[in-house]
């Protein structure tokens, strides 16, 4: 089992101990004034984290849960999914297992789709919504979420939805100021929590949309959900340890400068990877300069050091990466630097790479 500072997985991230301390506590009623007290203090700094003034609900279960919730709420028929990599394509698959047509705006994996791009797709078939991983974490490219926001508003009633699974928490989100329509995250990247909450976001736009739609679930529906989080309540039964772990995990980044700081160190690990490669003319990474995740980073490896091999030897100094979601990828490892890492941690991976290549 690996240390602190030595997960470098793309997910689940490693967790700090004061966090995972709280999952210990004794259980206590769900809808109890406690709860309802810790979810209203826990509002601000997730509003903040999202960049809106709307509700940010939180659901038990993974990230995909509230993707296919967006799909369900906020996509009548069609959808236009932008697909650079494993989950651009995972988006499409979710929505047509929901019943909708997707139409995928490819583009050469490890590249974003930009503005231009998605104007011209837009030119083709009629569709409602928009689909976009913002930090794609199979290439770790990253989309400029603004300028495609733009886009999107100058079309008529077309929504746009955001996968923010490696992305919220590493970089600065402007919802409400960008024009996002719905926009959601998983606990075990950025966050820096364990697995199991998935957190999320709708503007009125959205929910409009979801008040329309006849299919939009139970469990899953987006209204609910964020009537819900209105009241201050929890959807359900909810997994109250990871609650409580969320509730510290909060409390210890507002004691650590708040999210521009953590934005910041993100920046920092990002620029460390990048020094690091421009050293080393054998390694190369996938996502473009000016378009590379602050959350993660695809490398692309020698010929001659198969991936599966490196990331053995890896594991062997204690460190555990990512390896190719897909194959078409190539020889490539992937490298989460987020959530409660540091630069020196990832210094300390990149010097064991370094070794293991020489």
């Known amino acids: 089992m690996s240390r602190f500072g030595q997960n470098f997985l793309p997910g689940p991230t490693d967790v700090h101990p004061d966090v995972l301390a709280a999952l210990n506590q004794p259980m206590f009623g769900h809808r109890s004034p406690r709860m309802q007290a810790m979810l209203a203090a826990m509002q601000p700094a997730l509003q903040e984290c999202f960049g809106t003034r709307e509700p940010v609900f939180i659901a038990t279960s993974s990230a995909t849960g509230l993707l296919e919730a967006a799909i369900r709420s906020g996509v009548r028929d069609r959808v236009l999914v932008a697909s650079g990599g494993y989950f651009g394509e995972y988006l499409a698959r979710i929505a047509e297992s929901c019943g909708r047509q997707a139409y995928r705006a490819q583009v050469h994996p490890g590249a974003a789709i930009t503005a231009e791009q998605l104007d011209q797709f837009l030119e083709g078939p009629d569709v409602d919504a928009v689909a976009v991983v913002h930090s794609e974490s199979s290439t770790g490219a990253l989309a400029d979420i603004p300028a495609l926001a733009e886009v ?207």
């Open 152 to 358: 999107v508003r100058s079309r008529k009633d077309v929504l746009l939805l955001v996968d923010g699974v490696t992305s919220l928490g590493a970089v600065p989100v402007e919802m409400d100021r960008w024009g996002v329509d719905y926009y959601c995250t998983g606990s075990q990247k950025a966050l820096a929590l364990p697995p199991g909450v998935a957190l999320g976001a709708a503007s009125q736009r959205f929910l409009a949309r979801a008040a329309e739609q006849d299919d939009a679930g139970y469990y899953l529906s987006v209204r609910r959900l964020e009537n819900i989080a209105r009241e201050n309540l929890p959807t359900w039964t909810p997994a109250i340890p990871l609650f409580l772990a969320l509730e510290v995990q909060l409390n210890r980044i507002a004691a650590s400068g708040g999210w521009p700081a953590r934005f910041a160190r993100h920046r920092a690990m990002l620029d460390t990877m990048e020094t690091w490669v421009a050293a080393h003319e054998r390694v190369a990474m996938m996502a473009a300069p000016g378009k590379r995740s602050p959350a993660i980073s695809a490398l692309r490896l020698p010929e001659t050091r198969p991936p599966a091999a490196v990331m053995e030897a890896l594991g062997e100094r204690g460190f555990l990466v990512g390896g190719a979601l897909d194959p078409r990828h190539g020889p490539i490892i992937r490298i989460g630097h987020m959530g409660d890492l540091t630069p020196d941690h990832l210094a300390a991976l990149l010097a064991a790479i370094e070794g293991i290549l020489a």
